[in-house]
């Protein structure tokens, strides 16, 4: 992930094919440091394609992913009542949804 942030900041920064000397500059002056093989990887992925397509085709990938959260739901004989849903414990959390395109929690208590 360091790779791709490093990359992204140098297409922002108006280079638009950074070069792995570019990359390493970047993670330098903050004091990480690099896996060339790594490194070279994602130059190798990214050089020559429009950043802005590559997250545009990212995010349609990760939105239709399975967000988690599904329940399983038994297929039990006849029981009287159904079972009632469990209150989450103090300090857990509880899903509330959406809010523009990102997710957030709120502490039960």
Do not use: C
Not at 15 to 42: A, F, H, Q, W, Y
Not at 90 to 106: D, M, P, V
């Amino acid at each position: 992930m360091r790779y791709v942030a490093a990359y992204l900041l140098a297409v922002l920064g108006g280079n638009e094919s950074p070069t792995s000397k570019d990359l390493k500059k970047i993670l330098d002056s903050v004091g990480i440091e690099t896996d060339d093989e790594r490194m070279n990887k994602v130059i190798s992925e990214l050089n020559g394609k429009n950043i802005e397509d590559v997250i545009a085709q990212g995010n349609g990938k990760l939105a239709s992913m399975p967000a988690g959260g599904a329940v399983a739901v038994s297929a039990g004989g006849g029981s009287a009542a159904p079972a009632a849903a469990a209150a989450p414990a103090a300090g857990e959390y509880e899903w509330r949804g959406t809010l523009t395109g990102q997710h957030w929690f709120s502490v039960l208590n």
